[in-house]
């Protein structure tokens, strides 16, 4: 199992910028597709962006696609999710988390472990 810890969220602006980060556990990150998901009040969990276990493939939803960027740094075992432009429909909180194998794409993923999850506000 993996534990994952997400930080970064907050308050911001329409307009600004945030960057989440999650840092992993255990030995399975730097061989795992990670990826990150948003719930917003009153709706299901979303996916947002993934990320295979190399760095090699990024995957995005088609709302967030020319405005969040996915990245991770195995050595850290970190990975990161850089918001701009943000919009007051991206508040949500947002999950960080491990798929089973090691490449994710949109409505294809076997999730092992989610993070807890960190808030993310956008104010208009």
């Known amino acids: 199992q993996v534990q994952l810890v997400e930080s970064g969220g907050g308050l911001v602006q329409a307009g600004g910028s945030l960057r989440l980060s999650c840092a992993a556990s255990?030995?399975?990150?730097?061989?795992?597709?990670m990826g990150w998901f948003r719930q917003a009040p009153g709706k299901q969990r979303e996916f947002v962006a993934g990320?295979?276990?190399?760095?090699?493939?990024?995957y995005y939803a088609d709302s967030v696609k020319g405005r969040f960027t996915i990245s991770r740094d195995n050595a850290k075992r970190t990975v990161y999710l850089q918001m701009n432009s943000l919009k007051s429909e991206d508040t949500a909180v947002y999950y960080c988390?491990?798929?089973?194998?090691?490449?994710?794409?949109?409505?294809?993923?076997?999730?092992?472990?989610w993070g807890q999850g960190t808030q993310v506000t956008v104010s208009s």
């Open positions: 988390a491990r798929d089973r194998r090691t490449h994710l794409a949109p409505g294809d993923y076997v999730i092992g472990d």
């Open positions: 990320i295979s276990w190399n760095g090699g493939s990024t």
């Open positions: 255990g030995r399975t990150f730097s061989s795992s597709a």
